[in-house]
């Protein structure tokens, strides 16, 4: 598995890469904030979007949110299977978890360097 990520890797992938990596036997995912379109043959995506973000995708396996007291109701009508909500750098795990609980749908993400302090 190779997972494509840091800054945004949309700006930099195309289908020529993830074609290589198939050919290597790799499973390619990415995780993205879905602002730029994505090659097809990506066999799996990780939208985090923004709010500010205006998403250019529309085929998303999971959608992961850093969650900041917002509501979810934009993010669940998108075309996902997994829902994920991630606590603001671990400051506010409780608020997180709290929503977590209203809002079935949707799991616990954490960050397990932030809490435990390894940068």
């Given at each position: 598995m190779?997972?494509?990520?840091g800054g945004?890797?949309?700006?930099?992938?195309?289908?020529?890469l993830?074609?290589?990596?198939?050919?290597?036997?790799k499973?390619?995912?990415?995780?993205?904030?879905?602002?730029?379109t994505?090659?097809?043959?990506?066999?799996?995506?990780?939208?985090?979007?923004?709010e500010?973000?205006?998403?250019?995708?529309?085929?998303?396996?999971?959608v992961?949110?850093?969650?900041?007291g917002?509501e979810?109701?934009v993010?669940?009508q998108?075309q996902?299977?997994?829902?994920?909500?991630q606590?603001?750098?671990?400051?506010?795990?409780?608020?997180?978890?709290?929503?977590?609980?209203?809002?079935p749908?949707?799991?616990?993400?954490?960050?397990?360097?932030?809490?435990?302090?390894?940068?």
């Open positions: 190779v997972i494509l990520t945004e890797p949309s700006l930099w992938i195309d289908q020529s993830v074609d290589r990596l198939h050919k290597i036997g499973y390619v995912c990415i995780e993205t904030n879905g602002t730029r994505l090659p097809a043959n990506i066999d799996w995506v990780t939208c985090s979007p923004k500010e973000g205006r998403l250019a995708i529309d085929r998303m396996d999971e992961k949110v850093v969650y900041q917002q979810l109701d993010y669940e998108l996902a299977t997994h829902f994920f909500l606590p603001c750098s671990g400051s506010n795990i409780l608020e997180t978890v709290d929503c977590v609980m209203r809002h749908r949707w799991r616990m993400s954490l960050q397990t360097h932030k809490l435990i302090d390894i940068r």
